[in-house]
Protein backbone atom coordinates (compact mmCIF):
# COMPACT_ATOMS: atom_id res chain seq x y z
CA UNK A 1 0.00 0.00 0.00
CA UNK A 2 1.15 3.69 -1.04
CA UNK A 3 2.07 6.05 2.15
CA UNK A 4 -1.38 7.65 1.32
CA UNK A 5 -3.51 4.62 1.10
CA UNK A 6 -2.22 3.58 5.04
CA UNK A 7 -3.26 7.19 6.09
CA UNK A 8 -6.36 6.87 4.66
CA UNK A 9 -7.06 3.36 5.61
CA UNK A 10 -5.69 4.64 8.99
CA UNK A 11 -8.00 7.35 9.06
CA UNK A 12 -11.26 5.29 8.64
CA UNK A 13 -9.95 2.67 11.07
CA UNK A 14 -9.66 5.27 13.83
CA UNK A 15 -12.77 7.57 12.71
CA UNK A 16 -15.09 3.89 13.14
CA UNK A 17 -13.39 3.58 16.62
CA UNK A 18 -13.70 7.16 17.71
CA UNK A 19 -16.93 8.31 16.59
CA UNK A 20 -18.87 7.61 20.09
CA UNK A 21 -16.45 8.78 22.41
CA UNK A 22 -17.83 11.06 25.10
CA UNK A 23 -14.73 11.65 27.17
CA UNK A 24 -12.89 14.55 25.01
CA UNK A 25 -11.12 12.03 22.98
CA UNK A 26 -13.24 11.92 20.33
CA UNK A 27 -12.54 11.81 16.47
CA UNK A 28 -12.99 15.34 16.26
CA UNK A 29 -10.41 15.68 18.80
CA UNK A 30 -7.99 13.64 16.70
CA UNK A 31 -8.62 15.92 13.26
CA UNK A 32 -7.90 18.86 15.29
CA UNK A 33 -4.76 17.14 16.34
CA UNK A 34 -3.38 15.48 12.89
CA UNK A 35 -4.66 19.37 11.55
CA UNK A 36 -1.92 21.03 14.35
CA UNK A 37 0.41 18.33 14.24
CA UNK A 38 0.69 18.90 10.71
CA UNK A 39 1.53 22.88 10.36
CA UNK A 40 3.84 22.07 13.64
CA UNK A 41 5.78 19.32 11.39
CA UNK A 42 6.22 21.54 8.60
CA UNK A 43 7.28 24.49 10.61
CA UNK A 44 10.34 22.18 11.96
CA UNK A 45 11.22 20.10 9.49
CA UNK A 46 9.76 17.08 10.79
CA UNK A 47 8.17 14.15 8.95
CA UNK A 48 4.67 15.15 7.78
CA UNK A 49 3.58 10.72 7.79
CA UNK A 50 5.11 10.02 11.08
CA UNK A 51 3.57 13.16 12.50
CA UNK A 52 0.26 11.91 11.05
CA UNK A 53 0.13 8.78 11.59
CA UNK A 54 0.79 9.24 15.12
CA UNK A 55 -1.53 11.92 15.51
CA UNK A 56 -4.57 9.36 14.00
CA UNK A 57 -3.35 7.07 16.38
CA UNK A 58 -2.57 8.88 19.42
CA UNK A 59 -5.96 8.08 21.06
CA UNK A 60 -7.12 4.70 20.45
CA UNK A 61 -6.63 3.08 23.59
CA UNK A 62 -5.84 5.91 26.33
CA UNK A 63 -3.77 4.23 29.24
CA UNK A 64 -5.87 5.80 32.23
CA UNK A 65 -8.91 3.59 30.58
CA UNK A 66 -6.73 0.66 30.17
CA UNK A 67 -6.34 -0.09 33.74
CA UNK A 68 -3.29 2.47 33.82
CA UNK A 69 -1.45 0.00 31.19
CA UNK A 70 1.05 2.60 29.33
CA UNK A 71 1.62 0.17 26.63
CA UNK A 72 -2.09 -0.18 25.46
CA UNK A 73 -2.00 2.45 23.12
CA UNK A 74 1.11 1.42 21.23
CA UNK A 75 0.12 -2.02 20.80
CA UNK A 76 -3.03 -1.08 19.40
CA UNK A 77 -1.33 1.61 16.66
CA UNK A 78 1.35 -1.44 16.19
CA UNK A 79 -1.57 -3.99 15.25
CA UNK A 80 -3.42 -1.46 12.88
CA UNK A 81 -0.40 -0.33 10.83
CA UNK A 82 1.01 -4.20 10.57
CA UNK A 83 -2.58 -4.84 9.53
CA UNK A 84 -2.11 -2.29 6.67
CA UNK A 85 1.48 -3.68 5.76
CA UNK A 86 3.17 -0.23 6.56
CA UNK A 87 7.75 -0.32 7.18
CA UNK A 88 8.49 -1.45 10.17
CA UNK A 89 10.54 1.50 11.01
CA UNK A 90 6.84 3.10 10.71
CA UNK A 91 5.57 1.08 12.92
CA UNK A 92 7.96 1.18 15.90
CA UNK A 93 8.26 5.30 15.63
CA UNK A 94 4.85 5.56 15.75
CA UNK A 95 4.67 3.00 18.43
CA UNK A 96 7.10 4.74 20.16
CA UNK A 97 5.25 8.00 20.00
CA UNK A 98 2.23 7.03 21.07
CA UNK A 99 2.76 5.47 24.38
CA UNK A 100 4.91 8.49 25.38
CA UNK A 101 2.70 10.86 24.27
CA UNK A 102 0.27 11.68 27.53
CA UNK A 103 0.82 13.86 30.20
CA UNK A 104 1.28 11.70 33.41
CA UNK A 105 1.19 14.27 36.09
CA UNK A 106 3.08 17.36 36.88
CA UNK A 107 6.33 15.48 38.35
CA UNK A 108 6.34 13.03 35.89
CA UNK A 109 8.79 13.56 32.84
CA UNK A 110 7.27 12.65 29.47
CA UNK A 111 9.77 14.49 26.83
CA UNK A 112 9.80 13.02 23.62
CA UNK A 113 13.19 11.76 21.86
CA UNK A 114 12.04 12.47 18.52
CA UNK A 115 11.23 15.87 16.24
CA UNK A 116 8.21 13.82 14.70
CA UNK A 117 7.07 12.86 19.03
CA UNK A 118 7.55 16.73 20.00
CA UNK A 119 5.55 17.73 17.13
CA UNK A 120 2.60 15.53 17.82
CA UNK A 121 2.84 15.78 22.04
CA UNK A 122 2.52 19.65 21.43
CA UNK A 123 -0.45 19.61 18.88
CA UNK A 124 -2.54 16.99 21.38
CA UNK A 125 -1.28 19.49 24.51
CA UNK A 126 -2.42 22.62 22.39
CA UNK A 127 -5.80 20.79 22.07
CA UNK A 128 -6.09 20.72 26.14
CA UNK A 129 -5.28 24.35 26.24
CA UNK A 130 -7.50 27.78 25.17
CA UNK A 131 -11.74 27.43 24.41
CA UNK A 132 -11.25 23.86 23.35
CA UNK A 133 -9.21 22.99 26.11
CA UNK A 134 -11.58 24.44 28.74
CA UNK A 135 -14.33 22.90 26.95
CA UNK A 136 -12.60 19.29 27.34
CA UNK A 137 -11.85 19.87 30.60
CA UNK A 138 -15.99 20.26 31.78
CA UNK A 139 -16.87 17.53 29.13
CA UNK A 140 -14.47 14.95 30.63
CA UNK A 141 -15.46 15.97 34.77
CA UNK A 142 -18.96 15.58 33.99
CA UNK A 143 -18.11 12.53 32.52
CA UNK A 144 -16.27 11.49 35.41
CA UNK A 145 -19.01 12.74 37.87
CA UNK A 146 -16.36 15.28 39.06
CA UNK A 147 -17.31 18.67 40.34
CA UNK A 148 -16.39 22.07 38.44
CA UNK A 149 -14.82 23.68 41.95
CA UNK A 150 -14.36 23.33 45.37
CA UNK A 151 -12.57 25.70 46.80
CA UNK A 152 -12.24 23.93 50.44
CA UNK A 153 -9.99 21.54 48.35
CA UNK A 154 -6.02 22.16 47.47
CA UNK A 155 -5.06 21.36 44.43
CA UNK A 156 -2.48 18.04 44.11
CA UNK A 157 1.18 17.55 42.56
CA UNK A 158 1.37 13.80 41.28
CA UNK A 159 4.26 12.50 40.96
CA UNK A 160 3.83 9.06 39.20
CA UNK A 161 1.44 8.34 36.94
CA UNK A 162 -0.63 6.22 39.27
CA UNK A 163 -1.21 9.15 41.14
CA UNK A 164 -2.49 11.44 38.39
CA UNK A 165 -4.78 8.82 37.09
CA UNK A 166 -6.59 8.18 40.43
CA UNK A 167 -6.68 11.95 41.13
CA UNK A 168 -10.61 12.48 41.95
CA UNK A 169 -10.32 16.75 42.05
CA UNK A 170 -12.40 19.31 40.62
CA UNK A 171 -12.26 20.67 36.87
CA UNK A 172 -10.91 23.61 38.56
CA UNK A 173 -8.26 21.17 39.97
CA UNK A 174 -6.83 19.73 36.45
CA UNK A 175 -6.31 23.66 35.10
CA UNK A 176 -3.73 23.56 38.29
CA UNK A 177 -2.86 20.06 37.84
CA UNK A 178 -2.20 19.84 34.44
CA UNK A 179 -3.59 22.18 31.87
CA UNK A 180 -1.66 25.79 33.06
CA UNK A 181 1.22 23.56 33.22
CA UNK A 182 1.31 23.18 29.36
CA UNK A 183 3.09 26.11 27.97
CA UNK A 184 6.35 25.83 29.85
CA UNK A 185 6.46 22.07 28.47
CA UNK A 186 6.01 22.41 24.76
CA UNK A 187 9.17 21.15 22.97
CA UNK A 188 9.02 22.83 19.34
CA UNK A 189 9.10 26.66 18.58
CA UNK A 190 6.30 26.26 16.59
CA UNK A 191 4.11 25.02 19.54
CA UNK A 192 5.45 26.93 22.17
CA UNK A 193 4.21 30.48 19.94
CA UNK A 194 0.44 28.77 19.77
CA UNK A 195 0.90 27.80 23.32
CA UNK A 196 1.11 31.50 24.46
CA UNK A 197 -2.14 32.61 23.45
CA UNK A 198 -3.94 29.51 24.61
CA UNK A 199 -3.01 29.81 28.00
CA UNK A 200 -3.31 33.47 28.03
CA UNK A 201 -7.16 32.46 27.35
CA UNK A 202 -6.85 29.41 30.31
CA UNK A 203 -5.55 32.39 32.65
CA UNK A 204 -8.51 35.27 31.76
CA UNK A 205 -11.64 32.77 32.00
CA UNK A 206 -9.76 30.70 35.41
CA UNK A 207 -9.76 34.91 37.08
CA UNK A 208 -13.62 35.57 35.31
CA UNK A 209 -14.54 32.05 37.15
CA UNK A 210 -13.32 32.66 40.17
CA UNK A 211 -14.54 36.21 40.09
CA UNK A 212 -18.23 34.90 39.51
CA UNK A 213 -17.99 31.98 41.70
CA UNK A 214 -17.11 35.17 44.60
CA UNK A 215 -20.14 36.83 43.54
CA UNK A 216 -17.78 39.95 42.13
CA UNK A 217 -18.51 39.98 38.10
P1 LIG B 1 -4.93 14.33 25.80
O1 LIG B 1 -5.82 13.85 24.73
O2 LIG B 1 -4.56 15.78 25.70
O3 LIG B 1 -3.73 13.43 26.07
P2 LIG B 1 -6.08 13.33 28.22
O4 LIG B 1 -6.16 11.98 27.68
O5 LIG B 1 -5.19 13.52 29.41
O6 LIG B 1 -5.69 14.39 27.13
O7 LIG B 1 -7.52 13.85 28.58
C1 LIG B 1 -8.52 14.22 27.64
C2 LIG B 1 -9.11 15.58 27.96
O8 LIG B 1 -9.71 15.54 29.25
C3 LIG B 1 -8.04 16.66 28.02
O9 LIG B 1 -8.51 17.88 27.56
C4 LIG B 1 -7.71 16.69 29.50
O10 LIG B 1 -7.14 17.89 29.92
C5 LIG B 1 -9.05 16.42 30.11
N1 LIG B 1 -8.88 15.79 31.42
C6 LIG B 1 -8.08 14.76 31.76
N2 LIG B 1 -8.15 14.49 33.09
C7 LIG B 1 -9.04 15.38 33.57
C8 LIG B 1 -9.57 15.66 34.87
N3 LIG B 1 -9.18 14.96 35.93
N4 LIG B 1 -10.48 16.66 34.99
C9 LIG B 1 -10.87 17.37 33.91
N5 LIG B 1 -10.41 17.17 32.68
C10 LIG B 1 -9.51 16.19 32.50
NI1 LIG C 1 -5.23 13.34 22.68
Given at each position: M?ER?????????????????????D?W???????V???L?A???????V??LAA????????KFH??D????GR??R?????LG??A?????VRA??D?????G????T??P???GR???D??RLD???A???????A??GHA??L???P??AS???????A??E?RG??I?H?????LLL??RM?????????????????S??A????EW????
Amino acid sequence: MSERSILDATEARVRELLCAEGTGHDWWHVHRVRRVALRLAAAEGADPCVAELAALLHDVADWKFHGGDERAGGRAARALLESLGAEAAVIEHVRAIVDGISFKGAGVSTDMPTLEGRVVQDADRLDAMGAIGIARAFAYGGHAGRLLHDPAQASAFHDTPQAYRESRGTTIHHFHEKLLLLKDRMQTAAGRAMAENRHAYLESFLARFLAEWDGEA
